[in-house]
């Protein structure tokens, strides 16, 4: 099982940018997918997840500006950001709570960081 994680870069203060994260492997069940960031020096903080249209979770410091979704059919979730500021820079590490088969236990699986830089 692998996340693939891309979207990342460079962008003004105001502007936008949409991550996405796709797992890979065949036969996983996905509980929960989100998105957590980890700012220079800073403790990596849980930015919003998803387990289903009506379960969604956000930090209060993206709230109105961010919007997490998941395609089921391609085991892949999206992070669409609006209203960048600085503070939301910091590389953001998508996350999946999964089965790999349907008689296995759970697990969290982590994929590769990508950078957002917004600059002021």
């Known amino acids: 099982v692998q996340l693939q994680a891309s979207g990342g870069g460079l962008v003004q203060a105001g502007g936008s940018l949409r991550l996405s994260c796709s797992v890979s492997?065949?036969?996983?069940?996905?509980?929960?997918m989100g998105w957590y960031r980890q700012a220079p020096g800073k403790q990596r903080e849980l930015v919003a997840l998803?387990?289903?249209?009506?379960?969604?979770h956000y930090a209060d410091s993206v709230k109105g500006r961010f919007t997490i979704s998941r395609d089921n059919t391609q085991n892949t979730v999206h992070l669409q950001m609006n209203s960048l500021k600085p503070e939301d820079s910091g590389v953001y590490y998508c996350n999946a709570d999964l089965r790999r088969q349907f008689y296995s236990p759970s697990e969290t699986y982590w994929g590769q960081g990508t950078l957002v830089t917004v600059s002021s």
């Open positions: 492997g065949s036969g996983v069940s996905i509980n929960a």
């Open positions: 998803i387990a289903s249209a009506r379960a969604i």
